[in-house]
């Protein structure tokens, strides 16, 4: 696997731990176990390291434009459970939940985060 982590930019760690660990845990993720006083919070993906953290420079942390990270989730009702925690959680709607033509009518939903990062879940996502 040539991917190892993957690192986004946070202003608010805290906010970013509860809204992670909300919409991953929709995904069947583990919460956060970084100590609370670490500078970044992490997850283990499966082998790929999700982290988040303050720019190493001190200047406010932005998204990219274009940018958009993909979950793979189980089930239709995992990506709606995704969608409704990270709306609970600080983050806003960039997509409801449904058939996505798009994606070969694959199930999906966009969120942004409370940073601004989008992000999208899909189940029955085929790439090829």
């Known amino acids: 696997m040539l991917l190892k982590?993957?690192?986004l930019g946070s202003n608010d760690l805290a906010k970013s731990r509860a809204f992670y660990?909300?919409?991953?845990?929709a995904l069947g993720l583990s919460p956060c176990t970084t100590p609370e006083q670490y500078p970044i919070v992490m997850w283990d993906?499966?082998?790929?390291?999700?982290?988040?953290?303050?720019?190493r420079d001190g200047q406010p942390c932005t998204f990219a434009n274009g940018g958009t990270i993909i979950f793979e989730a189980e089930s239709?009702?995992?990506?709606?459970?995704?969608h409704a925690a990270g709306l609970a959680?600080?983050?806003s709607d960039e997509g409801a939940p449904e058939a996505k033509p798009q994606a070969r009518?694959?199930?999906?939903g966009y969120l942004r985060d409370?940073?601004?990062n989008k992000l999208g879940a899909y189940h029955g996502l085929k790439m090829g």
């Not at 660990?21 to 845990?25: L, Q, R, V």
């Not at 239709?76 to 995704?82: H, I, T």
């Open 5 to 7: 982590s993957l690192r």
């Open 21 to 25: 660990d909300a919409t991953f845990g």
């Open 45 to 55: 993906l499966g082998g790929v390291k999700f982290l988040l953290g303050p720019a």
């Open 76 to 82: 239709d009702e995992a990506v709606q459970a995704w």
């Open 89 to 91: 959680n600080g983050g």
């Open 105 to 108: 009518g694959a199930f999906g």
């Open 114 to 116: 409370p940073d601004g």
